[in-house]
C-alpha cells in the first residue's frame, strides 16, 4: 500500500483538490521551516505529522512506530469534555443517559484520552460530515456498539440544524440516522454474533440457549454490502463455554444442532464474516474497522475490593498504568487478530480499534443503577442495587466518544486506498 499523500480524488471536486493541494503546500512549507517537521492534510481537514500518518497503515508497515493511538493516559480535562451535553443531544438512549437517571458524581464525563507520543485530533463534526457527504457509514453489532453508533450521533447532532436531520427506526434490525443536507447515513445493524443467530430479534433477544449458525451471515450483510464504511463488533454475547451451532436452516425441521466450544464457534463465525468481505467488498470503496473487546467491570476483587462487588459504587477510574482486568477474552481477541492478518494477505484491510486496555480503566464509567429499567425492579433488587447494577455498558457522554475519535482519526486519515 502506498502512502497517501495528497487528498482522496473523491473526497472533493477537481477545482478543491488542487486549491487543498496547494494549501497542503504552504502547510507543508510553513511547517517545515517552523518545527522542521513534515506535516499533511488529512481527508478532515487538521494536519498529522508525517510520522503520524503511518497511522493509517494498521501500525505495521513501519519499523518504528511513533505514534500508537491506543497507548495513553487519561487526563482530566472539564472545558473540552464531555464534547456534548447529555441533555442536548437529541437521540440521547434511556439505556446511557447516567445523568437523568439520578447520577450526580459527574467526572466521568471530562476524561480525555491522552496518546503517550501524539495527539488525538480534535473531532470536527462538520469535517465528518463533510466526509460522510453521499454516504453510509454503518455500525454493525451488539449493544455496545450500538452505544458507540448513539455517541457518534451525539457527536454530529448538534452540528446538524433541527429538521435537516432524521432517524428511522421501525423495530427492525436496522435504525438510521439521516443527515439530510449532506445526504450521509449512520446506522446501527443489530447483529451481536455477526453471523444468524436466535438472538437476531433486535427487541427480544434474551434466551437461554445460545444457537449459532456460524456458517450464515447473508441475512444480516446484505443489509450493508453497499456501505461506504463498517463498524463492526462481536464480543459478550459469546462469553461462554459452549455454544449450539446450526448446520441447516433456523426454520427448516432437518437442522443438527451440535455443542461447540465457545472459541472454536467464534473462530468459525469471524472466517464466514471475513469470506463475506473478502468476496463482498469493495476494496476501493469500502473502509472497514473491528472494535476490540470492550471490558465489564463486574468483579471487585479484580481491582483490590472485597468479593461480591462490582462497578457500583465507583466513582474513580483505575490508576495502575497497563491494568488488565478479567471482563475481557484475550484468547478471543487473538483470534480476530489472526482473521484480519489473513485478509490482509489477501489485500483486504480490516483496521482494529483497540479500545480494551483505555477502557479497562474506567471502572467508573458504566451505567450502574443510572439507567432506564426495561422491567420494574423488585423489592429484593431496590434492597441490593449492586444485584441490578450494569457493568457492561458505557454512560454517554463518556467512553465511547474516545472510541469514536479513535475512529475519527482512522476514517480521517485514511492511508489505506
Ligand atoms: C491494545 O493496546 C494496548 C495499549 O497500547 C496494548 O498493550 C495491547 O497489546 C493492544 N492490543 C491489541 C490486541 O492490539
Ligand atoms: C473543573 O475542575 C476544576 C479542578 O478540579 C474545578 O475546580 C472546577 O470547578 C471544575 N469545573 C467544572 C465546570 O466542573
Ligand atoms: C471544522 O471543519 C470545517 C469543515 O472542514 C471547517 O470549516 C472548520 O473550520 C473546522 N473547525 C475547526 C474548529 O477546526
Ligand atoms: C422498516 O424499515 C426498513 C427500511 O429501513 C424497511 O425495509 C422495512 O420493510 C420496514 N419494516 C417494517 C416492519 O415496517
Ligand atoms: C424461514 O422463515 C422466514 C421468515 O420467518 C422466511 O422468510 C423464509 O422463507 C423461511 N425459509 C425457509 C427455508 O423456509
Ligand atoms: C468500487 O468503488 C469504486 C469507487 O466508489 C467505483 O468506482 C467502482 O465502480 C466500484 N467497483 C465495483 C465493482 O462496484
Ligand atoms: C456505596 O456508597 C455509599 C455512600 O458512600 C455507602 O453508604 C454504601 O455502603 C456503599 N455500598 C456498597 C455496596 O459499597
Not at 495528497?6 to 494549501?23: A, E, K, N, W, Y
Not at 472466517?271 to 470492550?294: A, C, G, P, Y
Not at 489485500?347 to 474506567?362: C, E
Amino acid at each position: 500500500m502506498a502512502k497517501k499523500t495528497t487528498l482522496s480524488p473523491d473526497f472533493s471536486g477537481t477545482t478543491m483538490d488542487i486549491r487543498c493541494s496547494f494549501q497542503s503546500l504552504i502547510a507543508l512549507i510553513v511547517a517545515a521551516l517552523v518545527v522542521g517537521a513534515v506535516y499533511l492534510r488529512t481527508e478532515c481537514g487538521y494536519l498529522v505529522q508525517e510520522d503520524d500518518q503511518k497511522l493509517g497503515m494498521n501500525g505495521k508497515s513501519s519499523s518504528e512506530e511513533k505514534c500508537d493511538l491506543f497507548s495513553g493516559k487519561w487526563v482530566f480535562d472539564n472545558k473540552s469534555y464531555p464534547l456534548y451535553k447529555e441533555e442536548e443531544c437529541t437521540f440521547m438512549s434511556d439505556q446511557l443517559a447516567c445523568g437523568k437517571f439520578g447520577r450526580n458524581d459527574l467526572d466521568y464525563q471530562h476524561w480525555k484520552w491522552q496518546p503517550h507520543h501524539c495527539d488525538l485530533p480534535r473531532f470536527n463534526a462538520t469535517a465528518l460530515l463533510e466526509r460522510l457527504r453521499n454516504k453510509r457509514l454503518v455500525f454493525v453489532g451488539d449493544s455496545l456498539n450500538r452505544g458507540q453508533w448513539v455517541s457518534m450521533v451525539c457527536l454530529l447532532d448538534k452540528a446538524i440544524p433541527p429538521g435537516r436531520k432524521h432517524m428511522h427506526n421501525n423495530g427492525s434490525a436496522l435504525i438510521t440516522f439521516k443527515a439530510k443536507d449532506y445526504n450521509a447515513r449512520i446506522e446501527f445493524y443489530w447483529a451481536p454474533l455477526l453471523v444468524e443467530s436466535n438472538s437476531d430479534d433486535p427487541v427480544s433477544h434474551r434466551l437461554p440457549d445460545r444457537i449459532v449458525r456460524a456458517q450464515a451471515i447473508e441475512k444480516h450483510a446484505r443489509h450493508w454490502t453497499d456501505a461506504d464504511i463498517l463498524v463492526f463488533n462481536t464480543y459478550l454475547w459469546w462469553r461462554r463455554p459452549q455454544m449450539k451451532v446450526l448446520w441447516g436452516s433456523f426454520n427448516s425441521s432437518d437442522g443438527i444442532y451440535k455443542k461447540v466450544d465457545m472459541l472454536r464457534s467464534y473462530e468459525m463465525a469471524l472466517k464466514t464474516w471475513s469470506d463475506w468481505l473478502e468476496i463482498h467488498v469493495n476494496r476501493s470503496k469500502t473502509q472497514l474497522f473491528f472494535m476490540s473487546m470492550s471490558p465489564t467491570h463486574e468483579r471487585a476483587e479484580e481491582w483490590g475490593k472485597s468479593i461480591g462487588g462490582n462497578c457500583y459504587n465507583e466513582t474513580k477510574m483505575i490508576v495502575e498504568e497497563g491494568y488488565r482486568g478479567r471482563g475481557t477474552d484475550p484468547n478471543m481477541m487473538r483470534i480476530v487478530e489472526a482473521t484480519i492478518d489473513q485478509l490482509q494477505k489477501r489485500a483486504l484491510n480490516v483496521q482494529i480499534i483497540n479500545i480494551t486496555q483505555l477502557s479497562d480503566y474506567r471502572k467508573e464509567g458504566h451505567p450502574s443503577i443510572y439507567r432506564k429499567q426495561w422491567e420494574p425492579l423488585t423489592q429484593q433488587q431496590i434492597s441490593d442495587p449492586l444485584s441490578y447494577a450494569d457493568c457492561i455498558h458505557w454512560c454517554l457522554p463518556g467512553v465511547p466518544d474516545v472510541w469514536n475519535e479513535l475512529l475519527y482519526a482512522y476514517i480521517c486519515n485514511d492511508a489505506s486506498n
